[in-house]
């Protein structure tokens, strides 16, 4: 079995940051790629950030380019994303995942629960 945690929301005034992190742990071989999708209520789910083991850039949902980094750790399988100049758009539940290589063409995507991040003053 394979566990996803979030840690890291909270409340923050706008303009303010946020560091989310994430780690996959378990029965791990091989991680394609980590991220994070947000969603707010009425809203629907919207990537946040995914960045894949393969080397190539990040990428990032269009209303949060240019104020959130996403990050990884390989050797622990973390994910972090520093979340900057945040407004109050920005609220909602991140949910952190994992895509875990478990066969030679199969893979399989892992989903934290959630962590609550609200912009507010």
């Known amino acids: 079995q394979v566990q996803v945690v979030e840690s890291g929301g909270g409340l923050v005034q706008p303009g303010g940051s946020l560091r989310l992190s994430c780690v996959a742990s378990?029965?791990?071989?091989?991680?394609?790629?980590m991220g994070w999708y947000r969603q707010a209520p009425g809203r629907q789910r919207e990537l946040v950030a995914i960045?894949?083991?393969?080397?190539?850039?990040?990428n990032y949902g269009n209303s949060v380019k240019g104020r959130f980094t996403i990050s990884r750790d390989k050797a622990n399988n973390a994910v972090f994303l520093q979340s900057n100049s945040l407004i109050p758009e920005d609220t909602a539940v991140y949910f952190c995942?994992?895509?875990?290589?478990?066969?030679?063409?199969?893979?399989?995507?892992?989903w934290g629960r959630g962590t609550q991040v609200t912009v507010s003053s």
């Open positions: 995942f994992a895509i875990i290589q478990e066969g030679d063409t199969y893979y399989r995507d892992y």
């Open positions: 378990g029965r791990i071989s091989s991680i394609n790629a």
């Open positions: 960045v894949t083991s393969g080397g190539t850039p990040p």
